[in-house]
Structures are given as structure tokens and as C-alpha cells.
């Protein structure tokens, strides 16, 4: 009989439910549609191997045709050439504050020179939160940001882009969704793809940004074009520039 011992703390990840490569697609038109309350529990994603968090506020909800509300949310979906899809979303109303993570299955990137996922958001309201992607190379053990969004995006689906290059070829991605602070902030995914984007050329130009700025011209918010890019550097916070806490260092338009 041999007896085993093991000190100090050890973190756990998640499961591979299934492992995709490139060229995986998912337009969510396969789904159930769930109801649209703010307890509503959704399992319907299963089916496709992602996943609904359970330790978190609430679900991303199947929908199709627009959401309940007036003034948000999307009225279509993003993939099918009806509108009349499904897509995923989160319920505002009664639900403000709340945080709802929806997690993938395990992306294998290996051999792809550029890999990224992609993916279109519609987050229109006067009221809306914010939308954060992450990425783990560890199975869900720890979690970084790679992008983010917040407030009002417009009445129209845009385009997000996600790195998937890291410290490992298995890759797990979430959205994680924080309602604002009304019914006006629906927000809403659709159209997954995991793809190399070697070689290909994207608008990453941002409005917002002066052509000249003093250390003491007051903080201005940057917005990319199309939705896309990602700005970063010194006196940058998220989509915020400030050049009173600028200092040398590399700017970076991605």
C-alpha cells in the first residue's frame, strides 16, 4: 500500500468536448431557440459544443427575428440570406449588471501560419454594456482578453477578430457579456469561423485621434472603422487615448 500526498494550490481546467480546426464554421441556424426571459437557462448551444456558463448571471439565449425589445438588439440575423436565423444573445431587461460567459469547444491551430476566429456583434442601445472575447491555452485554467467592446456599436452587425496564436495549439475562446443599464441593451453574436489571416489586409484605421496632440488636450475616445482594430501604447486605456499619461514607447494599429 503506498499512501500519496500532495501539497499546495492546483487549477483545473476545462474538458475538450470536441476539437475543430480551420476552416470551422458555425452560422447557429441548426439551434433552438430558447425563450427570452432573464432566468431563462439555455442549452440548445450544446448541441454544437459550445457552452453556457453556469457560475456566471445568465445565459446566452437562441433568438431569431429580433428581440422583445424596441430601440435594441438586432432585428435579423447575421448569416443566413433570409435575416432569418438564429444568433446569440443577451436579455436586458430585469437582467442589468449581469454577467453571461458563453465558452467554445477546443480550437487545434496547429500548422495555420495566422490563425484567428471571427465572429459578428450587433450591440445597438442607448443603454448597452459591454463585450469582452477571451482566449485560453490552457483549457480554461486562466483567460486573457482580446477583445473588447462597450456602449452603443450601431444599428448593424460588425465584424470582430480574435488572435488565436499563444503558448498553445489548443485554443478555447468565450464571449463574455456584461448587460448595461437598461432594457436597451440587447447585444447579440452570430457567424463563427476559425481562419488564417495571413496575408490578408484589413481596415484597422481609428477616428477620433487628432492629427496633432498636446500633453494637455483633454482624453479622446477612439473608434475603428467598421468595428475592427485594435489600438494600443502608452496613454491608451481600452478605447480611451490620454495624453496627459503619454511617455515614449510603440503604438500599435492591429
Not at 26 to 54: A, H, R, Y
Not at 195 to 219: C, E, K, R
Not at 227 to 237: A, D, I, L
Request: proline letters at 4%; a negative charge; charged letters at 10%.
Amino acid at each position: 500500500f503506498f499512501g500519496l500526498m500532495l501539497a499546495g494550490s492546483f487549477a483545473f481546467g476545462q474538458s475538450c468536448p470536441a476539437t475543430f480546426g480551420l476552416g470551422y464554421s458555425e452560422d447557429l441556424d441548426g439551434l433552438s431557440t430558447c425563450g427570452t426571459s432573464c432566468g431563462t437557462i439555455c442549452t440548445s448551444p450544446t448541441s454544437v459544443f459550445w457552452t453556457n456558463e453556469t457560475s456566471d448571471d445568465g445565459d446566452w439565449l437562441v433568438d431569431a427575428n429580433g428581440t422583445t425589445s424596441s430601440n435594441t438588439g438586432p432585428s435579423s440575423d447575421f448569416t443566413s440570406a433570409t435575416g432569418s436565423g438564429n444568433y446569440l444573445y443577451t436579455e436586458a431587461s430585469g437582467c442589468s449588471g449581469d454577467v453571461k460567459i458563453l465558452t467554445s469547444p477546443c480550437f487545434d491551430v496547429s500548422g495555420i501560419a495566422c490563425p484567428a476566429f471571427t465572429f459578428a456583434y450587433h450591440m445597438n442601445g442607448t443603454d448597452m454594456g459591454s463585450l469582452d472575447v477571451e482566449v485560453s491555452f490552457d483549457q480554461g485554467v486562466t483567460w486573457t482578453s482580446r477583445f473588447s467592446r462597450s456602449g452603443n456599436q450601431g444599428n448593424q452587425w460588425n465584424s470582430g477578430l480574435v488572435d488565436l496564436s499563444g503558448s498553445s495549439n489548443i485554443v478555447k475562446v468565450r464571449f463574455v457579456g456584461v448587460v448595461g443599464t437598461s432594457f436597451t441593451s440587447d447585444m447579440a453574436i452570430d457567424g463563427f469561423a476559425v481562419t488564417d489571416v495571413f496575408g490578408q489586409t484589413f481596415n484597422a484605421a481609428f477616428s477620433g485621434l487628432p492629427a496633432t496632440i498636446s500633453v494637455t488636450d483633454p482624453a479622446v475616445t477612439l473608434t475603428p472603422v467598421q468595428g475592427t482594430g485594435f489600438f494600443s501604447g502608452p496613454g491608451v486605456v481600452g478605447s480611451t487615448y490620454d495624453p496627459s499619461t503619454v511617455s515614449p514607447g510603440t503604438y500599435t494599429v492591429t
